[in-house]
Nanobody, 122 residues
């Protein structure tokens, strides 16, 4: 599966952005989807993950209550709604797909999008 992330940009602290990740192929619903983020020189960190049906989600503590992951299997797209953004949310955000269980680490993910930059100004 090929993934294409979009929706990043520059926003003021307290603002919102919605990231989208469009997947190619007809097997999107068979993948667990995750969002990760990474700063230059640092490891990629987990943000959120959603099950194949969308019925189960999990979040990093740093974003819980502010970010919401969702998916539309009919549109082959996963979303990350980001509210109450903070300067420390400034990262490149990546979507990823895995055929394994709900994973909160990068290792199990086989497919990655190209990343989209999110910059939050104070």
């Amino acid at each position: 599966v090929q993934l294409q992330a979009s929706g990043g940009g520059l926003v003021q602290a307290g603002g919102s952005l919605r990231l989208s990740c469009a997947a190619s192929g007809r097997t999107f619903s068979s993948y667990v989807m995750g969002w990760f983020r990474q700063a230059p020189g640092l490891e990629r960190e987990f943000v959120a993950v959603i099950s194949r049906s969308g019925g189960t989600t999990s979040y990093a503590d740093s974003v819980k209550g502010r970010f919401t992951i969702s998916r539309d299997n009919a549109k082959n797209t996963v979303y990350l709604q980001m509210n109450s953004l903070k300067p420390e949310d400034t990262f490149v955000y990546y979507c990823a797909a895995t055929s394994q269980i709900l994973a909160r680490t990068a290792g199990p993910y086989n497919y990655w999008g190209q990343g989209t930059q999110v910059t939050v100004s104070s």
